[in-house]
């Protein structure tokens, strides 16, 4: 039983397009994040929700926007893709959010060309 | 704002050693957690060990434990009788504040010696 899973794990798309990855949680968790690890490994956050309300949006260019129908899930829609929206997306979420104790996806790797 | 500093990009151990890791940081809130998180090729990240800054006593997970100086911001780990299936990506993170996320140093790679 996969705890925090993630669709798809591979997407490889043109400049220009609009993609979504999703994100879907079992553990029962109040609290869902997303992540972005660039080319050299760094970890930042993105969002993060909280029963459905955003509590987290970082400097993010607004052409990445979350949208959470429920609370196990977590979706990443990215319109007008560049060439440096190319990373790997972690899903992530905690049960309590004062733990910091995250749950990770399995990472989406976006590649854009 | 907290910043997490891990000064080594890559470290080598023979199979069996022991080898530590280095991570400082910096916050001015009292009440935090600290976390090891590994990545192996997968990508998947692994929780290693954490560490509640009130408790004074350092965190140990079998072969894995952590050396926390509260006053000096560090939070080293160490890994015991290293294994080839050590090898990964190893992150240090904090976790303060109310938002409750994480904030990731830049990793250190590890790389295990038969």
């Known amino acids: 039983d996969t705890a925090v899973s993630q669709t798809p794990k591979y997407l490889v798309t043109q400049m220009g397009n609009d993609k979504s990855i999703k994100c879907e949680q079992n553990?029962?968790?109040?609290?869902m994040y997303w992540y972005k690890q660039d080319s050299k490994k760094f970890l930042k956050i993105m969002f993060s929700?909280?029963?459905?309300?955003?509590?987290i949006n970082e400097t993010v260019p607004n052409r990445f926007s979350p949208k959470s129908p429920d609370k196990a899930h977590l979706n990443l829609h990215i319109n007008s893709l560049e060439l440096g929206d190319s990373a790997v997306y972690f899903c992530?979420?905690?049960?309590?959010?004062?733990?910091?104790?995250?749950?990770f996806g399995p990472g989406t790797r976006l590649t854009v060309t | 704002a907290q910043t997490v500093t891990q000064s080594q990009p890559e470290m080598s151990v023979q199979e069996a050693e022991t080898v530590t890791l280095s991570c400082t940081y910096d916050?001015?809130?009292?009440?935090?957690?600290l976390f090891w998180y590994k990545q192996p090729p997968s990508r998947q990240m692994i929780l290693v060990i954490r560490?509640?800054?009130?408790?004074?006593q350092n965190a140990t997970e079998n072969r894995f434990s952590v050396n926390f100086q509260k006053a000096a911001k560090s939070f080293s780990l160490k890994i015991s009788d290293s294994q080839l299936g050590d090898a990964a990506m190893y992150f240090c993170?904090?976790?303060?504040?109310?938002?409750?996320?994480?904030?990731f140093g830049k990793g250190t790679k590890l790389s295990v010696k038969p």
């Open positions: 992530a979420s905690t049960r309590i959010r004062s733990s910091y104790e995250q749950y």
């Open positions: 553990l029962g968790h109040d609290t």
């Open positions: 929700y909280n029963n459905k309300e955003l509590i």
């Open positions: 916050t001015s809130e009292s009440d935090y957690y």
């Open positions: 560490q509640e800054a009130y408790k004074q």
């Open positions: 993170a904090y976790g303060g504040g109310s938002q409750g996320n994480l904030i």
